[in-house]
């Protein structure tokens, strides 16, 4: 059971660099026509210097203060992410390092694409178990890192940024009908894999070179397979008050367009900002959350799917009933 | 499958029906790319039940040739 929540805070980091697809013209036999028709993307920001864990730290932090909730209050950080700088400590114990916050549970979630609306549902749920007060959900991607910058079917889709919000108990929940799923990739049509290294008793190991590696038309299908599923599941546990707006990951335009067509939806109904950032993995939602707000696009009292899908292969969604007024009017 | 076929195509790509014939070529006539046609499969077997991998389009250029295939697929 989750515990009666309302997202108090929201905020998101992103790395200085933007990378036009111009800039990729000179990389891989593309062209800035070609992504814009097949994805929607236009820019992407990438990390030079910036890390994973130094954004989801910084977006945490401006959320926190967003939210108006004391450090003592944290009584949680559930950090996701696939591309973070270490593999222990885990990025929850670098955030709350860097925040200072001295005494709560922390640690990661890996759902690939879909890891903040797994974190967030995990968060909520411990809030409940644990007792706790106030939690920081937090993704965020480096995936620049892992990207294969020689290959055009994938290095033209990613971008790195954070994104983070502040879970409170409410009087009013406010995070409603979670949807978790997963299915086996059994034709491996999103990985990331890593490796073994050589050891004295084990020299067979091979080198450390990890990439993305998709297989563009499965992926295709399973999102717009999935989002639409999640949609209406998401749809029938709303009842009599649905959701009016969504905001998905944002993978690919033409996967929001499928399922627009194919739902016979609204597009403004969508929260679409791809175009800026590409696919930031896990970070896309609270990175497209924290727009929304900002640009006013989001008020309170509005009624929010958030679905993601991605590697694993998983898939999963929540409504929020948003609380926090438009920001022009704070 | 003739009739499916034109309909989906007709939704998808925002075509009136006398722009498609049976000799239309899905990427000289239309600019369909690969993942246009993985959406029109996606239509398709979700109307009809016949699944329909993209590698086996690879060869398929017309609407006819495409209507023979499913027509094949669904016999």
């Known amino acids: 059971m989750m515990a009666p929540v309302e997202i108090a805070g929201v905020a998101k980091c992103l790395p200085e660099t933007i990378v036009t697809n111009a800039q990729l013209e000179s990389l891989v036999d593309t062209s800035d026509e070609w992504i814009k028709k097949r994805t929607g993307i236009h820019t992407r920001r990438v990390v030079d210097g910036e890390t994973a864990t130094g954004m989801a730290a910084q977006a945490a932090r401006e959320a926190l203060e967003m939210s108006g909730t004391r450090k003592e209050e944290v009584g949680l950080i559930v950090a996701c992410t696939i591309t973070g700088d270490d593999l222990t400590p885990s990025m929850a114990g670098s955030v709350q390092k860097a925040l200072g916050i001295q005494n709560c549970a922390a640690f990661d979630v890996s759902a690939g694409c879909t890891g903040f609306v797994y974190a967030l549902v995990a968060a909520a749920s411990m809030m409940e178990t644990l007792g706790k007060r106030a939690a920081i959900v937090v993704a965020s991607e480096a995936m620049s890192r892992y990207t294969d910058w020689t290959d055009r079917s994938t290095c033209v889709l990613f971008g790195d940024g954070a994104g983070a919000v502040v879970l409170r108990r409410s009087e009013t929940p406010c995070l409603h009908f979670p949807v978790l799923n997963a299915e086996p990739d059994t034709d491996e049509v999103i990985v990331l894999k890593k490796e073994a290294r050589s050891t004295p008793f084990s020299p067979n190991g091979g080198e450390t070179k990890q990439f993305i590696r998709m297989k563009g038309s499965d992926v295709f299908t399973y999102a717009v397979r999935v989002l639409e599923d999640t949609l209406k599941e998401l749809r029938a546990g709303c009842g009599a008050r649905p959701y009016t707006k969504v905001i998905p990951h944002q993978a690919n335009e033409k996967i929001i367009d499928y399922v627009v067509r194919s739902m016979g939806l609204d597009k403004e109904q969508f929260f679409i900002n791809i175009s800026n950032y590409a696919n930031t993995s896990s970070a896309s939602i609270p990175i497209a959350l924290c727009d929304a707000w900002e640009s006013g696009w989001l008020d309170a009292g509005d009624r929010v799917a958030l679905v993601g899908f991605g590697s694993g292969l998983t898939s999963g969604g929540a409504v929020i009933d948003w609380t926090i007024p438009k920001k022009k009017e704070n | ?75």
Not at chain 2, 58 to 70: P, R, S
């Open chain 2, 1 to 75: 499958m003739q009739e499916i076929i034109i309909r989906n195509l007709m939704s998808q790509l925002d075509l009136d029906r006398e722009a498609i014939t049976m000799e239309s070529r899905f990427v000289e006539d239309f600019s369909m790319d690969s993942l246009d046609m993985v959406e029109m499969l996606i239509d398709l077997e979700k109307e009809t039940g016949v699944k329909v991998p993209v590698e086996e389009v690879a060869d398929i250029h017309t609407v006819g040739e495409l209507v023979k295939h499913l027509e094949g697929k669904q016999a």
